[in-house]
């Protein structure tokens, strides 16, 4: 019995010299490891210090995180308004006056809208509009609403009460209305929407003045046919052409090198040998169709009767104007595919998201905005401004190219 309770004792003083053993070693290998460390570093200290310091960098300065070769780019394409063609405010003013007319007119909406003007400071573009809600605001790229940009009508709606809406200020990506779903929050993301934007805040403002009940999505969609009428019917075209004073050979909508475009905007703007300038032309593409959509066919447009031909279109020709259209078909009919094709747009999703990432084209981004961020001292909007515009910080949308 003794001698066995011995040969245990023996056995556990063994172990236990073992994984002392053991921990020395550790021990050891670690203060030598932590000292070539420690070395290391200094040498790498010393060789950084032994180099220049970073030149301090211009902040006016522009810097790309993206590069393109123009040598790779074979084909150029570009949309029309407000990428070949740019307006002056009286534009977004003529939209305004236009739409509040046809809603008095056409929907019965109150005659005292008619004496509200166009403020051209109110509102910037990206906006969304939650038809539940009747609210405006700016959401980021996280889908967070940015507080302090919340308005009903003309008012601010202070950040304890979004909070409570929305239960936070994150908006589902279902509940959005755009690439991803038909949820109730619609960005008002073309430059033509600025004018829209203000006539919904505004006849809203007056409902709440004046108790008149409303349901904001109503509001939301009477003001957006009724506006988008405008573009549709060609009365603002007429108006636009009545001011430029040149005869008008196509029905306005957009051009592509190819461009999508207006013949007499072309001739203002260029002179009337334009259209030596481009391939292909092509009117009324009604993009985001022509991208989104395979089965529209081309059609050749007659120039004299002003309407498009019945016979099929089987090749792409220079001096010919080509009418609707998809893009697969031109894909198909000229070789334009991929990289080898740069297109300048305005729009960021029906000029550029859909090319770019469908396609692949590479795209130019046309964003007069980003002349407030980069060279603010040329005045694209005033300095005070008020409303929505003075509290939304101006998203600079990155280029995809
Ligand atoms: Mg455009």
Redesign the pocket.
């Known amino acids: 019995m003794a001698a066995t309770i011995v040969r245990r004792c023996l056995s556990r003083a063994l172990k236990l010299q073992k994984v002392s053993r053991v921990f020395d070693y550790v021990k050891r290998s670690y203060v030598a490891s932590k000292m070539e460390m420690q070395d290391l570093y200094n040498q790498t200290k010393a060789a950084a210090e032994r180099q220049q310091p970073m030149p301090d960098q211009d902040p006016e300065a522009i810097f790309s995180n993206n590069e393109l070769s123009l040598s790779d780019v074979e084909v150029y394409g570009f949309?029309?308004?407000?990428?070949l063609a740019t307006y002056t405010p009286e534009l977004h003013s003529l939209i305004f006056n236009l739409g509040k007319e046809a809603l008095v007119r056409q929907l019965k909406y109150p005659k005292e809208i008619l004496d509200y003007e166009y403020d051209t400071d109110f509102a910037v573009r990206g906006l969304h509009f939650d038809t539940k809600k009747g609210l405006f605001m700016k959401i980021d790229q996280f889908h967070n609403i940015q507080l302090g940009t919340v308005y009903r009508g003309l008012q601010p709606v202070a950040d304890k009460e979004v909070i409570t809406l929305y239960e936070g200020t994150h908006i589902p990506m279902t509940n959005m209305n755009s690439f991803y779903g038909v949820g109730q929050m619609h960005q008002m993301i073309?430059?033509f929407a600025l004018p829209e934007v203000t006539l919904i805040s505004q006849i809203i403002s007056y409902f709440i003045e004046n108790n008149i009940c409303y349901d904001p999505e109503y509001v939301f969609y009477d003001i957006r046919n009724t506006v988008q009428s405008l573009h549709t019917s060609g009365v603002l075209h007429d108006t636009i052409m009545r001011g430029l004073a040149v005869s008008d050979n196509f029905h306005y909508n957009?051009l592509f090198f190819f461009a999508v475009v207006s013949d007499v905007g072309m001739k203002y703007m260029v002179g009337s040998d334009w259209r030596d300038l481009f391939d292909i032309v092509i009117v009324n593409a009604r993009?985001p169709k022509f991208f989104k959509e395979g089965y529209r066919p081309f059609r050749i447009y007659d120039e004299d009767k002003k309407a498009p031909e019945w016979g099929p279109v089987t090749s792409m020709r220079k001096g010919i104007v080509y009418h609707q259209g998809n893009h697969i078909e031109l894909q198909k009919m000229t070789g334009w595919y991929g990289p080898k094709v740069l297109y300048f747009?305005?729009?960021v999703y029906?000029?550029l998201a859909d090319p770019s990432l469908r396609y692949g084209w590479r795209t130019g981004a046309?964003i007069p905005e980003l002349e407030v961020s980069v060279c603010p001292e040329r005045h694209y909007c005033k300095d005070t401004r008020p409303a929505i515009r003075k509290n939304v910080q101006l998203t600079v949308n990155r280029e995809i190219m």
């Open positions: 949309d029309y308004d407000y990428t073309d430059l957009d993009k747009g305005d729009h029906s000029d046309i």
